[in-house]
């Protein structure tokens, strides 16, 4: 794999962690990015190989969008006294820290500013560290299923069919978008796991294997490989493990986080993204979200998506959790157009009571499918194996799958995989706000897709 290096370069010394004090961050969305010593015609300065094969695969140009930032206009931030905390090539934006909230007023009168948006306030914190390196190993009864405690919420989607097939995510690679994977490192479980790399949005530099286990429930419903205790939904498959959630506070940089996080994704070359994040409320109620916002075009986060989606990736994204509470509807990104969104239903095929509502704003289906999320066998940040409920254990037992279909099917592009996995579930002819198009059938997707042309 090739990087430019200076590229790389660039980006670690800009999201370089700068300890604790008090201070505002601020996104500044530029005009235009400005020059950089990279060409458009020349990918490899910037992009991987895997990134430009996948792109060229698709038919997908490499554009002025997928060129950094320019150094130049990074420094004339650092002139003013900030911080460079994260940036987004494709919305041409920067988040900046500083300690006085006045400098909102500086920025704005720079030449290259178009507009300025305060996304966090607070003290920063340290990063949690990884203190044990014990090997963690599952003590469950082994059952007779192959797939062990983990064969429902497979078997609902007939993966276990497309896994007899003999497509088991093999040469697939999925990053895992989440808040953290606690332990991960240590467990039987994915010990057989190829992690191509890890990289820590929040704390550039530290470990992403301590401070939350969310992530690592999600990794275990896509990547465990314990035949008869678990077995995940794309074992075979590649993974990045990318934190982008910050779980002690809730601004919109968490937005640019993710951002920052499905940006690096893309330019490692992964084919799929597995998102089980969703926000609509922050700590400062002003900088909510509404309703009428969720159209796919007003949320930074769903217009990355978009672009994410643009750019060749299949983007799975959770639906939210939010069915019982007084949102009721879907969370962004969830709204953006190209990704495929996944809400939860129990065992019986019914939806689960907390899985979000759509539709959209403008009225598109959201969302677009569902998988198991009610009672789905995870594993703990401790090594335990529990059950767990959310569209967050929907979200990756399908795009697992999904991974596998694409594996299948590797003549087609990640928009016709998208619409194969809708096109056989169960509700397709009529969709709702409660299923979308249904529970997908990804055998019989796999059996319709054989038959477009090679």
Same mark, same amino acid.
């Given at each position: 794999?090739?990087?430019?290096?200076?590229?790389?370069?660039?980006?670690?010394?800009?999201?370089?962690?700068?300890?604790?004090?008090?201070?505002?961050?601020?996104?500044?969305?530029?005009?235009?990015?400005?020059?950089?010593?990279?060409?458009?015609?020349?990918?490899?300065?910037?992009?991987?190989?895997?990134?430009?094969?996948?792109?060229?695969?698709?038919?997908?140009?490499?554009?002025?969008?997928?060129?950094?930032?320019?150094?130049?206009?990074?420094?004339?931030?650092?002139?003013?006294?900030?911080?460079?905390?994260?940036?987004?090539?494709?919305?041409?934006?920067?988040?900046?820290?500083?300690?006085?909230?006045?400098?909102?007023?500086?920025?704005?009168?720079?030449?290259?500013?178009?507009?300025?948006?305060?996304?966090?306030?607070?003290?920063?914190?340290?990063?949690?560290?990884?203190?044990?390196?014990?090997?963690?190993?599952?003590?469950?009864?082994?059952?007779?299923?192959?797939?062990?405690?983990?064969?429902?919420?497979?078997?609902?989607?007939?993966?276990?069919?497309?896994?007899?097939?003999?497509?088991?995510?093999?040469?697939?690679?999925?990053?895992?978008?989440?808040?953290?994977?606690?332990?991960?490192?240590?467990?039987?479980?994915?010990?057989?796991?190829?992690?191509?790399?890890?990289?820590?949005?929040?704390?550039?530099?530290?470990?992403?294997?301590?401070?939350?286990?969310?992530?690592?429930?999600?990794?275990?419903?896509?990547?465990?490989?314990?035949?008869?205790?678990?077995?995940?939904?794309?074992?075979?498959?590649?993974?990045?493990?990318?934190?982008?959630?910050?779980?002690?506070?809730?601004?919109?940089?968490?937005?640019?986080?993710?951002?920052?996080?499905?940006?690096?994704?893309?330019? +490692?070359?992964? *084919? #799929? $993204? !597995?998102?089980?994040? %969703?926000?609509?409320?922050?700590?400062?109620?002003?900088?909510?979200? /509404?309703?009428?916002?969720?159209?796919?075009?007003?949320?930074?986060?769903?217009?990355?998506?978009?672009?994410?989606?643009?750019?060749?990736?299949?983007?799975?994204?959770?639906?939210?959790?939010?069915?019982?509470?007084?949102?009721?509807?879907?969370?962004?990104?969830?709204?953006?157009?190209?990704?495929?969104?996944?809400?939860?239903?129990?065992?019986?095929?019914?939806?689960?009571?907390?899985?979000?509502?759509?539709?959209?704003?403008?009225?598109? +289906?959201?969302? *677009? #499918? $569902? !998988?198991?999320?009610? %009672?789905?066998?995870?594993?703990?940040?401790?090594?335990?194996?529990? /059950?767990?409920?959310?569209?967050?254990?929907?979200?990756?037992?399908?795009?697992?799958?999904?991974?596998?279909?694409?594996?299948?099917?590797?003549?087609?592009?990640?928009?016709?995989?998208?619409?194969?996995?809708?096109?056989?579930?169960?509700?397709?002819?009529?969709?709702?706000?409660?299923?979308?198009?249904?529970?997908?059938?990804?055998?019989?997707?796999?059996?319709?897709?054989?038959?477009?042309?090679?």
């Amino acid at each position: 794999m090739k990087y430019g290096l200076l590229f790389l370069s660039l980006w670690l010394a800009s999201t370089a962690w700068s300890g604790s004090s008090p201070c505002f961050r601020f996104r500044v969305y530029l005009h235009e990015k400005g020059k950089v010593p990279f060409r458009i015609d020349q990918p490899e300065q910037f992009l991987s190989d895997e990134a430009i094969a996948r792109r060229e695969k698709q038919g997908i140009p490499i554009t002025d969008s997928d060129l950094p930032i320019s150094p130049t206009y990074l420094d004339s931030l650092r002139q003013l006294g900030c911080r460079i905390v994260t940036q987004s090539k494709w919305m041409r934006t920067v988040v900046v820290e500083h300690a006085d909230s006045l400098m909102v007023e500086r920025l704005s009168r720079l030449p290259m500013v178009d507009s300025v948006r305060w996304v966090w306030k607070g003290v920063a914190s340290l990063p949690p560290v990884q203190a044990d390196t014990s090997r963690l190993v599952l003590e469950e009864e082994p059952l007779k299923s192959y797939y062990g405690y983990a064969e429902k919420q497979i078997r609902l989607l007939k993966g276990d069919k497309l896994h007899k097939a003999g497509f088991r995510g093999a040469g697939m690679t999925i990053a895992i978008l989440d808040a953290g994977f606690t332990n991960a490192n240590r467990m039987e479980a994915f010990a057989a796991t190829r992690i191509r790399g890890t990289y820590n949005v929040v704390y550039p530099g530290h470990t992403v294997f301590a401070g939350d286990d969310h992530g690592t429930k999600v990794f275990s419903c896509l990547a465990s490989r314990l035949p008869h205790l678990l077995v995940g939904t794309a074992p075979e498959a590649s993974y990045w493990l990318i934190k982008s959630e910050e779980t002690r506070t809730e601004f919109p940089i968490e937005e640019d986080y993710w951002a920052a996080a499905v940006e690096y994704a893309d330019s +490692v070359g992964v *084919d #799929v $993204v !597995s998102s089980s994040l %969703g926000y609509f409320a922050f700590d400062d109620s002003t900088l909510n979200y /509404t309703p009428e916002q969720l159209d796919g075009q007003t949320a930074f986060i769903s217009r990355v998506a978009s672009c994410a989606a643009e750019k060749g990736l299949l983007v799975v994204s959770s639906a939210g959790n939010e069915g019982n509470s007084e949102w009721k509807k879907i969370t962004v990104p969830a709204d953006a157009a190209d990704i495929l969104t996944v809400g939860a239903v129990t065992e019986k095929r019914k939806r689960s009571p907390f899985s979000s509502l759509g539709y959209t704003a403008d009225g598109r +289906v959201k969302p *677009d #499918v $569902v !998988s198991m999320g009610s %009672g789905c066998y995870v594993l703990e940040g401790d090594g335990s194996l529990r /059950t767990a409920n959310g569209t967050s254990f929907a979200t990756p037992i399908l795009a697992g799958l999904a991974t596998c279909l694409w594996q299948a099917l590797p003549h087609l592009d990640a928009r016709a995989i998208r619409l194969l996995v809708c096109r056989y579930a169960s509700q397709y002819r009529r969709p709702d706000a409660e299923l979308g198009y249904g529970i997908p059938n990804i055998y019989q997707s796999y059996k319709k897709g054989s038959k477009y042309g090679k």
